[in-house]
């Protein structure tokens, strides 16, 4: 194989890479619901770094092994076995309980990139269709890889 050194300078046959993660946000019933915010527990501000408002990675960061791609939060309402606990809970701070479950997804080993693109879809819950899964969002995150 000869290739010129123009070809080689100006990347002429460079390749790119595009990896395509899909998720969708759903809910079982009115108390059990997902949902993205930047507000997840148990994790530091570097984690967080480059995450939006709303929880998903920003158009143009460069993902690493291990990082977060987007924040999900499930909120389910917790089981009332020790009801009297509950109600010297609410009693004292004037807040219920909730169970929050951490499903915050991140980039798997070995893949890395660039984040080029997300897409947001909004799946119309008020029609006579049944939605895949109960969801009612679902998120696109381009990656490319030269």
């Not at 990896?19 to 009115?30: K, M, P, R, S, T």
């Not at 158009?59 to 089981?79: D, F, Y």
């Not at 819950?125 to 890889?145: A, E, G, Q, V």
Request: charged share 25%.
């Amino acid at each position: 194989v000869i290739v010129s050194k123009r070809v080689l300078y100006q990347q002429l046959f460079s390749s790119l890479h595009m990896d395509i993660y899909e998720f969708n946000f759903g809910y079982n019933n009115e108390n059990d619901i997902e949902f993205s915010t930047l507000e997840i527990p148990k994790q530091s501000y570097y984690i967080k770094k480059s995450l939006d408002s709303l929880g998903i990675v920003k158009e143009g960061e460069k993902i690493l092994t291990g990082n977060i791609l987007l924040t999900k939060i499930k909120v389910t309402k917790p089981n009332y076995t020790y009801k009297s606990i509950f109600k010297l809970i609410y009693s004292i701070f004037g807040k219920t309980i909730r169970n929050i479950k951490d499903n915050s997804l991140y980039i798997q080993t070995g893949k890395n990139g660039r984040v080029s693109k997300i897409e947001l879809f909004l799946i119309n819950t008020n029609s006579h269709y049944k939605t895949y899964n109960n969801s009612y969002l679902k998120c696109r995150i381009f990656i490319c890889k030269q």
